[in-house]
């Protein structure tokens, strides 16, 4: 997903910065550098396990719950000579959560993995909408009848389903897990 993600940066760059554009015209992609290879296959992603050398591996799966990141995690965690980097919003009760505020261990795979890495953290990175862009969002539909909650921090979630119904006099449901939805 992150390599399609990429394409799409590419396709928009008159979008992005003046920088970025720049940087496009003059070397054709946005993310066209020296030594950049994207690990297309999971057998690709595995070789990169195998590195002695030193690797910077971008990784996708936002809070660690899933996806390549969770083999990553369990053959490079545990080495002190590495290093994680957290770049956005990790929600409560997510592994990339627990790591952020200071976990020791992670079960992964059947097994408890020691946390040696340094953990550091970049905010303010998030690809989410804020909630008047997501009010904006809504007023655009014509006709809208159900409104589900199902992303975010529940305090969060309770506030922004006010804001709808403040909004557009419009009732909101918060699913709860497992919740089975009809549409």
Known sequence: MAIRAT?????????LSVFCQNFLKENGSVFDFPH?????????????NEIQSGAIIIAGS????GGRILHHFKHNLWNRKNAVMFVGFQAKGTMGRNIVEGAKWIQL???????????HTI???SAHADQA???EWIENFDKLDNIYLIHGEEEKQIV???AIMKKFDKRAHIVESREEIYI
Do not use: Q, W
């Open 7 to 15: 394409r799409v940066y590419n396709k928009y760059a008159d979008e």
């Open 36 to 48: 950049l290879k994207f690990a297309r296959t999971r057998e690709d992603s595995m070789k990169i």
């Open 62 to 65: 936002g809070m660690c719950n």
């Open 109 to 119: 795979y059947h097994e408890k993995i020691k946390i040696n890495a340094s953990i």
């Open 123 to 125: 905010n303010g990175f």
């Open 133 to 135: 862009e997501l009010l």
């Open 160 to 162: 922004f389903k006010e």
